[in-house]
């Protein structure tokens, strides 16, 4: 292995600049990394052209989409950082990346990640949690900038509970109760989450499992057992569609803005996306905030330290998180503004999400965390196809996990 890598290693600084000290300092194109823009009419997109349009020519941004599963996103963007390590002023650098809360540590622990200043962000206007999860877990150091914050939403066909005089639900029990009895009666299946393998699923189970008072740091609780047991159940039992396995965060979309579903576990971004010509269920919806705690989301913008052009880079950071530019995401994108100033103003935040997000509990980062969630995915999948392994799986899960923890 060694062998092969130093060829490559040579390889890759012959074709690019060495590593320079004014980097810091360099300004000049920049390419700018997020997800799908899967915002209504392309929101993500519209601001770096507004971005663009007030910039010089020579700090122009290149926005590059990344695929639509989240796993596949970190992937790739790990594997820039790898190839890209130890050289500055390669063309292939994605100088700012969006980056998954949960992915900030483990980034900056492989080195892929520049350490930025606090004081020029003005991250102490921002929500003190999501600035958390920014910091390494000393707090010490800030290696990236919450740009927009995340809760999850319990959206359901308003004019189908109307209809049958009862109101959304507030526990696990009422949900299961109205999937089971009222869905059929209106031709629809019961709940769609986020369950396909990938980080999504690690949101919908803990979400489950805090609805029953557990904790996935305590895998061998009873608490935490009956959680992931009640969602085994549900697809065990028909209320939860076989299919929702396989979805993402568009799938249970695209099956609830079709008419395919009377619950729906989702993000802030779903709203808008739901009142799109197109959509089946358009003034059909309503939402509530999650009836048990949501996993606190949110993406982060970090500077890539392959980057040679990082004041253009943190400039273009402080632009994206300028409070007008976040107030104008909130209003057209429906995301979840990061500044705590904001959610003071009337009817920016619907009081749902602020409800959701006051609520919300914050999955732990770990240097190691590639190797926890790819540990907790694979068993969660395996028991939502077997409910009768609960008990042994999450106990081999608990040592599996205590194990990667260490870096064994």
Same mark, same amino acid.
């Given at each position: ?36 823009? +899967?915002?209504?009419? @392309? ?35 790990? %594997? ?15 100088? /700012? ?10 980034? %900056?622990? !492989? ?10 962000? @003005? ?9 958390? %999860?920014?910091?390494?877990? *000393? ?27 009862? !109101?959304?639900?507030? +526990?696990? @029990? ?80 695209? !099956? ?16 808008? /996306?739901?009142?799109t010509p197109g959509s089946a269920v358009m003034g059909k919806w309503g939402r509530v905030a999650l009836p048990w705690p949501s996993a606190l989301g949110g993406w982060n913008l970090a500077v890539s330290r392959c980057s040679a052009n990082q004041r253009t880079a943190r400039e273009f950071i402080k632009f994206l998180t300028r409070d007008d530019n976040q107030r104008r995401m909130g209003e057209l994108a429906g995301w979840a503004p990061t500044t705590q100033a904001l959610y003071d103003e009337p009817g920016l935040v619907p009081r749902e999400l602020r409800d959701s997000l006051l609520n919300a ?11 926890? +969630? ?13 409910? *009768?392994?609960? *008990? ?14 260490? @870096?064994?």
């Amino acid at each position: 292995m060694i062998r092969i890598l130093v060829p490559l290693v040579v390889l890759l600084a012959a074709c690019t600049t060495q590593v320079r000290d004014d980097a810091a300092d360099g300004t000049g194109p920049i390419t700018f990394v997020d997800g799908l823009d +899967t915002t209504a009419h @392309g929101r993500v997109r519209e601001l770096v052209d507004r971005w663009n349009e007030q910039a010089s020519r020579r700090e122009q941004v290149v926005f590059v989409e990344m695929p639509t599963s989240t796993d596949a996103h970190r992937a790739q963007l790990t %594997a820039r950082g790898q190839d890209l390590w130890g050289v500055r002023g390669s063309p292939d650098c994605y100088d /700012v990346m969006a980056v998954d809360m949960v992915w900030t540590v483990p980034f %900056a622990a !492989a080195g892929h990640l520049e350490p930025l200043d606090p004081v020029e962000f @003005g991250v102490d206007r921002m929500l003190p949690e999501a600035v958390n %999860a920014a910091r390494s877990p *000393d707090g010490r150091t800030l290696w990236a900038v919450p740009w927009r914050s995340d809760a999850g939403l319990l959206y359901y066909r308003k004019d189908v509970l109307e209809e049958e005089g009862v !109101a959304p639900p507030t +526990t696990w @029990g009422e949900l299961r109760r109205q999937a089971i009895e009222i869905a059929p009666r209106h031709g629809l299946q019961g709940f769609v989450g986020q369950f396909r393998r990938y980080e999504g699923l690690i949101v919908n189970a803990a979400e489950a499992v805090w609805a029953h008072d557990g904790d996935l740091e305590r895998l061998d609780a009873s608490e935490t057992k009956a959680g992931v047991r009640a969602l085994a159940d549900g697809f065990a039992q028909g209320w939860i569609p076989r299919e929702a396995r396989d979805y993402d965060e568009n799938g249970s979309l695209t !099956a609830f803005r079709s008419e395919r579903a009377l619950f729906m576990r989702n993000w802030p971004y779903a709203g808008p /996306v739901l009142d799109t010509p197109g959509s089946a269920v358009m003034g059909k919806w309503g939402r509530v905030a999650l009836p048990w705690p949501s996993a606190l989301g949110g993406w982060n913008l970090a500077v890539s330290r392959c980057s040679a052009n990082q004041r253009t880079a943190r400039e273009f950071i402080k632009f994206l998180t300028r409070d007008d530019n976040q107030r104008r995401m909130g209003e057209l994108a429906g995301w979840a503004p990061t500044t705590q100033a904001l959610y003071d103003e009337p009817g920016l935040v619907p009081r749902e999400l602020r409800d959701s997000l006051l609520n919300a509990r914050i999955r732990r980062p770990s240097p190691h965390y590639d190797e926890l +969630t790819g540990l907790m995915q694979e068993s969660l999948h395996h028991v939502l196809e077997n409910p *009768d392994s609960v *008990d042994q799986s999450l106990d081999q899960l608990a040592a599996d996990l205590a194990r990667a923890a260490e @870096g064994r």
